[in-house]
């Protein structure tokens, strides 16, 4: 066999390993995805402009961009926002009941 489990319905389905993600990962996934959500989300509204003048210039971009991404994986890791939290729940309805 190949490391594919067959499912009651007969049909071929991920291995074991991949059906189970062991704790964490789903919630590791939905933080990720809610730090790309705000890098997105920052990037936008760095993009707006207001007739201001920045004091930099453009030299501070990828500083910026940097800080920007730091600040957002801290705010989808600390579960202030609740996007990971959500995006988490509605994602393990999807996933197999566990003997775990």
Known sequence: MTGLAISPAGTTG?????????????REAAQQFEAILLRQMLASAR??????????????DTFREMR??????VTAQSGQLGFAAAIEHQLARFLPEGDD
């Open 68 to 73: 920007d991404a730091r600040f957002a994986e």
């Open 47 to 60: 993009n707006t402009d207001f007739g201001g003048n920045d004091l930099f210039g453009e030299s501070d």
């Open 14 to 26: 991920l291995p074991e390993r991949a059906a189970k993600p062991v704790d964490g990962e789903l």
